[in-house]
């Protein structure tokens, strides 16, 4: 069979509280930007973002400061595609503020492919939300990413893809190890993976602390041609037993990572060409 290059997304940052993720986390715009430039100089061709508030380092919803961060990356000389949270931000925003989000100038903008108790909260994604989200996205020139947190959202991913409101081939993020969502397990993975709609782009995304299971999971995404998300947001381990210095480094591994297993890091625009999004970069 021929080789599949591998697309690597970073998750510099992430939605929880400042430091939450250890002292490497960055939690100002500038570190931001300075891991984002790292991570793509280490191979990563998607950069997934959270803004935060520069006075206090937590996350903020705001369009402007959304818009913001993703200007002062693009003007950083960063090249990789910039894929924009729009996640409840802990339950704090509302369904209108997170479909605000896509007029912020992202490439790509997550969109979350069914409800679930993350934790003690609902979160809540119901099926005219996602419509409504996925509308705003595409009206916005921007390409939805799919989030799969569980196993019945595989429908959600049906739905939307059977009613036109998202355009093939799908993004699909497989989203493992969230507290309520699926268990980050290499034999669900593999369970998953042939119920994945035709010809879609598909990444796993490893939450949690057992860095053993998600060196599995990830090593298996590898084998069945996936893709793969890592970086500070999903895991604060480089190794197993090893905490991460930066997303960069994490990246950098998984680069290596996918070169042993005969595959090779795509390039930007290659991912701008596969989702059909504008060559040049806002």
């Known amino acids: 069979s021929v080789p599949v290059p591998v697309l690597l997304t970073a998750a510099v940052t992430g939605g929880g509280p400042p430091r939450s993720r250890g002292?490497?986390?960055p939690v100002t715009t500038a570190a931001i930007v300075a891991s984002a430039l790292a991570c793509e100089a280490a191979g990563a061709a998607v950069i997934h973002l959270h803004a935060r508030d520069d006075a206090t380092g937590a996350t903020t919803t705001d369009p402007a400061a959304n818009a913001a961060l993703l200007q002062a990356i693009r003007r950083a000389g960063c090249r990789a595609v910039l894929n924009l949270s729009a996640g409840d931000d802990g339950g704090r925003?509302?369904?209108?503020?997170?479909?605000?989000?896509?007029?912020?100038?992202?490439?790509?903008?997550?969109?979350?492919?069914?409800?679930?108790?993350?934790?003690?909260?609902?979160?809540?994604?119901?099926?005219?939300?996602?419509?409504?989200?996925?509308?705003a996205i595409v009206a916005a020139g921007a390409v939805p990413e799919l989030e799969v947190f569980d196993t019945g959202h595989l429908a959600g991913v049906a739905a939307l893809l059977e009613a036109g409101a998202v355009r093939r081939p799908a993004l699909i993020m497989l989203v493992m190890g969230v507290p309520g969502g699926m268990a980050c397990d290499a034999d669900l993975l593999r369970w998953l993976v042939p119920r994945l709609p035709p010809g879609c782009v598909w990444?796993?995304?490893?939450?949690?602390?057992?860095?053993?299971?998600?060196?599995?999971?990830?090593?298996a995404a590898l084998a069945l041609g996936g893709h793969i998300r890592t970086g500070i947001e999903d895991s604060v381990w480089l190794h197993p037993g090893e905490r991460a210095a930066s997303s960069a480094a994490q990246v950098a591994r998984w680069a290596e990572r996918a070169r042993e297993a005969g595959r090779w890091p795509v390039a930007p625009e290659e991912v701008r060409a596969t989702l059909r999004l504008p060559e040049a970069v806002a």
């Not at 912020?104 to 989200?133: I, M, T, W």
């Not at 990444?203 to 090593?219: H, I, K, R």
């Open 93 to 135: 925003a509302d369904h209108a503020r997170r479909i605000a989000l896509a007029g912020c100038k992202a490439e790509v903008v997550s969109l979350a492919a069914g409800s679930f108790n993350a934790g003690a909260r609902l979160y809540d994604n119901a099926p005219a939300f996602q419509r409504a989200q996925a509308a």
């Open 203 to 219: 990444s796993v995304s490893t939450q949690g602390d057992d860095a053993a299971a998600a060196d599995a999971v990830l090593d």
């Open 23 to 25: 002292p490497r986390q």
